[in-house]
């Protein structure tokens, strides 16, 4: 990692000077990474990545069968052919994926057992959500967890996200899962230890509900796993709108385990081009759209996604692929959003620029709270107020961004992107 000087940004001190990661396409791993992918190397020959080994899998593990719905099966069977056919995993990788698609189906399983159990899950309401939709690195996490700060609001902290119902042997408590999550964050971390520059990740951080999606099996979390063009073609070719009504019903059984049953604060930057879809199944919803300048959002997430990949990709790893994979798929969700933006009320919607809202964070959830009618009391500023404390921006440092690493110019993207700045008055960052 090459260092670039040192940054002197108010209200943090000591902050880590910046790094440049360069060993993007070439990864420096960690020894017991290193040795941990040796060792995992010998399932991936045993691993089949197919709906029915997938669903067996979780059904073994849990002893149910009952997965509900069966608006699923069609994407996860196209997602395992994608994945078997056109992700260039490595052997870690594979068994990696094959874990996380197998931990959805057992989170899938126990989420309609917990409904059995309990029917009247489904009459909680989901009233009036509030809903971040923006391009990661556009401020939305910021802007989640001022909000979530407020204990009026629910929203969805990690370990939550990764087991939405506990097995049954844990049933009522939360050590368990959170114990699990902090040992997954634990590795994670050894295996990318720069991470937290680009985004923070603790046990009961506020996470997006992309996890619960994943429990349908139609989720944008999958286009971050590999470059798999016909998966993608497949997810937008599709009326996402059953998966979202699988979401409600997911939020309904969180709601039911651990009252009271507050209002919700979501996020996700797939809603940008599933707006519809969105709107169809939470019509009464308040969503709030982030913008920044996309050509500063592709040079990080593309950094950030390479940076994911060395965990599950064959090494060297095709930056450049991936890099221009991921402008095209920000240029799509970009375009989607422009085009769609109007199904949202206005009454209903405000456009948060990102220059704005670094300006002033505070006021600008305000103007949010007054939106959705959502009191803003002393009590909610003096707790936004604790978290910022807390948790000041850029405390682990930040990463130099360059779009060359992907083979990209910032004047080819600010011409293809130009459509989208224009349309919503965003800032230019260079």
């Known amino acids: 990692m090459a260092e670039a000087g040192t940054a002197n940004l108010p209200g943090v001190s000591n902050r ?26 010998p399932l991936a020959d045993q691993i089949e990545l197919s709906p029915e080994a997938v669903l067996g899998a979780a059904t073994a593990q849990t002893g149910l069968r ?38 959805f189906a057992v989170n899938r399983l126990r989420i309609e057992q917990y409904i059995k159990d309990h029917p009247d899950a489904l009459e909680v309401p ?52 959170i114990q699990r999550a ?14 937290d520059r680009m985004h923070e990740m603790t046990w009961d951080h506020v996470h997006e509900e992309i996890h619960l999606l994943a429990t349908s099996f139609s989720t944008m979390l999958f286009d971050c796993s590999a470059v798999m063009p016909s998966w993608r073609s497949y997810y937008k070719q599709h009326d996402q709108t059953p998966h979202y009504q ?17 209002r919700w604060v979501l996020k996700s930057p797939q809603h940008l081009e599933q707006i519809g879809p969105l709107m169809n199944v939470f019509d009464d919803a308040t969503v709030v759209f982030t913008h920044r300048d996309p050509v500063s959002i592709t040079a990080s997430f593309a950094t950030m996604i390479c940076y994911s990949a060395r965990m599950s990709a064959t090494h060297p790893i095709d930056v ?15 375009q989607a959003c422009a085009g769609d933006r109007d199904l949202v009320p206005s009454e209903q919607s405000i456009d948060v620029l990102f220059h704005e809202f670094m300006s002033d ?18 009590d909610v500023k003096a707790a936004m107020d604790a978290y910022m404390a807390a948790h000041p921006r850029g405390r682990h440092g930040r990463v130099i961004y360059n779009l060359a690493d992907f083979g990209m110019t910032p004047q080819e993207r600010r011409q293809s992107l130009s459509f989208y700045t224009d349309r919503f008055a965003v800032e230019l960052e260079h």
């Not at 997911?250 to 049953?261: F, G, Y």
Request: one cysteine or more.
């Open 16 to 41: 880590p000077a910046p790094i440049r990661i360069e060993d993007l396409a070439d990864p420096v791993l960690a020894p017991e990474i290193a040795e941990m992918m040796e060792q995992t190397a």
């Open 66 to 103: 009952d997965f509900g719905p069966g608006e699923f099966r069609a994407p996860l069977d196209a997602l395992c052919r994608a994945m078997d056919a056109e992700a260039s995993f490595s052997t870690m990788g594979r068994v990696s994926q094959f874990s996380q698609l197998t931990a």
């Open 126 to 177: 989901i009233h009036r959500p509030i809903v971040i939709a923006g391009l990661p690195r556009s401020g939305t996490t910021h802007l989640h967890n001022l909000i979530s700060a407020d204990p009026a609001l629910r929203s969805l902290p990690w370990w939550e996200s990764l087991e939405p119902v506990p097995p049954p042997e844990e049933a009522g408590i939360t050590e368990g899962r």
């Open 182 to 195: 902090k040992d997954g964050l634990a590795i994670m971390k050894s295996a990318m230890p720069h991470y």
């Open 246 to 262: 699988y979401l409600k019903r997911v939020l309904q059984v969180l709601a039911h385990q651990r009252p009271p049953r507050q």
């Open 320 to 334: 450049h692929t991936i890099g221009q994979w991921w402008a095209q798929l920000i240029e799509d969700m970009l």
């Open 361 to 378: 964070d505070v006021a600008m959830v305000e103007r949010i709270y007054k939106l959705a009618e959502q009191p803003f009391t002393p």
